[in-house]
Nanobody, 118 residues
Framework: VQLQASGGGLVQPGGSLRLSCAAS????????MAWYRQAPGKQRELVAA???????RYADSVKGRFTISRDNAKNTVYLQMNSLKPEDTAVYYC?????????????WGQGTQVTVSA
């Protein structure tokens, strides 16, 4: 199983970006898809998580600005980021808990850089 993230880049404060992450390989079921981020010198933190069933979670710092969504038919998770701030600058990683029909495992994408700067 692989997670391929895309959509990062350089954007001015107040701008928007949309990240995408597609899961591929031997996938039987996906329970949770999420986005994390890690800024230089800081620990990786949860940005947003969307289970197949249940409530979507957001970090307090992104509530009202970021929206996570999933296309289950495409095994893809998105992160729409609006009103971006310099403090949103980080490497963003997608994450998914996936079953191949035998066991559940936690997978990470390769990370995509988001830089918010004037």
């Amino acid at each position: 199983v692989q997670l391929q993230a895309s959509g990062g880049g350089l954007v001015q404060p107040g701008g928007s970006l949309r990240l995408s992450c597609a899961a591929s390989g031997s996938i039987f079921s996906i329970s949770v898809m999420a986005w994390y981020r890690q800024a230089p010198g800081k620990q990786r933190e949860l940005v947003a998580a969307m289970p197949t069933s249940g409530r979507t979670r957001y970090a307090d710092s992104v509530k009202g600005r970021f929206t996570i969504s999933r296309d289950n038919a495409k095994n893809t998770v998105y992160l729409q980021m609006n009103s971006l701030k310099p403090e949103d600058t980080a490497v963003y990683y997608c994450n998914a808990v996936i079953s191949d029909g035998t066991s559940w495992r936690n997978y990470w994408g390769q990370g995509t850089q988001v830089t918010v700067s004037a």
